[in-house]
T-cell receptor, first 112, second 112 residues
Framework: NAGVTQTPKFQVLKTGQSMTLQCAQD?????MYWYRQDPGMGLRLIYY???????DKGEVPNGYNVSRLNKREFSLRLESAAPSQTSVYFC???????????FGPGTRLTVT | EDKVVQSPLSLVVHEGDTVTLNCSYE??????LLWYKQEKKAPTFLFML????IEKKSGRLSSILDKKELSSILNITATQTGDSAIYLC????????????FGSGTKLNVKP
């Protein structure tokens, strides 16, 4: 089992460019999440998907969109990147019954 | 708005010391509190505490939930350099089932 995988690991964008971060899990989990982590800020929830076909906003959704492509995959899109979106992005999944979350290795994004 | 506060923000100790990390929360209709350890990359799960499971222990780590004080502590005894990490606390409410709010973390540095 690979667990939760994310691509890419690193990315540098210029202001205004767009990109999609990919996430996949092979644990048959119902729920998937996108977080961002900034220094001294802990993890902040961007969007989550409680089950296939549903998505909901988290604490900091502005500037992002998500797609729950199927049960395995949950992507995060930045339509027009801004320097304030420079961060480390983590995808996570859980079985949806309030259990622990399993995290991917993260994507380090820099927007110049 | 749901809120999770961890203290201290950072801590430096020597091997063999005992440390206590704190997490306090303001969450409507509390459901669960989780502790994670984050070394260089993704957070890894330590404990989950609920109304029916207010104390957990694993080796040198233990955690207690105080529902009256709306807080939890994570104790690490006989610390080792491998305990150096950021410790994150996350809380879930019944109103936002499966949606977790994270604190900013406590950075622990254990010196030889």
């Amino acid at each position: 089992n690979a667990g939760v995988t994310q691509t890419p690991k690193f990315q540098v964008l210029k202001t205004g460019q767009s990109m999609t971060l990919q996430c996949a899990q092979d644990m048959n989990h119902n729920s998937m999440y996108w977080y961002r982590q900034d220094p001294g800020m802990g993890l902040r929830l961007i969007y989550y998907s409680a089950s296939e076909g549903t998505t909901d906003k988290g604490e900091v959704p502005n500037g992002y969109n998500v797609s729950r492509l199927n049960k395995r995959e949950f992507s995060l899109r930045l339509e027009s990147a801004a320097p304030s979106q420079t961060s480390v992005y983590f995808c996570a999944s859980s079985d949806g019954r309030g259990d622990e979350q399993y995290f991917g290795p993260g994507t380090r994004l820099t927007v110049t | 708005e749901d809120k999770v506060v961890q203290s201290p923000l950072s801590l430096v100790v020597h091997e063999g010391d005992t440390v206590t990390l704190n997490c306090s929360y303001e969450v409507t209709n509390f459901r669960s509190l989780l502790w994670y350890k984050q070394e260089k990359k993704a957070p890894t799960f330590l404990f989950m505490l609920t109304s029916s499971g207010i104390e957990k222990k694993s080796g040198r780590l233990s955690s207690i939930l105080d529902k009256k004080e709306l807080s939890s502590i994570l104790n690490i005894t006989a610390t080792q350099t491998g305990d150096s990490a950021i410790y994150l606390c996350a809380v879930e409410s019944l109103y936002n089932f499966n949606k977790f709010y994270f604190g900013s973390g406590t950075k622990l540095n254990v010196k030889p």
